[in-house]
């Protein structure tokens, strides 16, 4: 059996360390289920992106509004909500992508908000004008 040198057992359990740490954080992160109703004018904005950033930073969550105006938010693969806490919200429009994966038309920001994310579930409608 081959020995690996000392300094490379060292190299590869600092890399594998370190990938533990990166792939857990998220993991750690307290999630609560967040979703609602988009409306303009009193009626149902189907397909506008939704995004939760945390006002203490990190990842945000975002989600996208179907036919009825309806939207639940992504936070990571395979997890759904958004972090506790406060967070700034935006409705932006576009952000359609073609066969390819190409963007079309570039998101715009149609509203700015806060909302606050507690425990539990949060229905949180945002209605613009």
């Not at 945000?60 to 639940?72: I, L, V, W």
Request: charged content about 20%; overall charge positive.
């Amino acid at each position: 059996m081959t020995r690996m040198p000392a300094s490379v057992r060292v190299l590869v359990g600092g890399i594998a360390v370190a990938a533990l740490l990166a792939g857990g954080c998220s993991s750690k992160v307290r999630l609560a289920e967040v979703g609602g109703t988009v409306t303009k004018a009193g009626k149902p904005l189907p397909k506008v992106w939704v995004r939760f950033m945390p006002a203490e930073g990190g990842r945000p969550a975002e989600g996208r509004t179907g036919g009825d105006g309806r939207y639940g938010l992504d936070y990571s693969r395979g997890r759904q909500g958004a972090p506790l806490g406060k967070h700034r919200v935006m409705v932006m429009s576009g952000g359609e992508i073609d066969a390819e994966g190409s963007e079309i038309t570039p998101r715009r920001v149609i509203f700015k908000g806060e909302f606050v994310v507690g425990p539990g579930a949060n229905a949180i409608d945002i209605a613009l004008p």
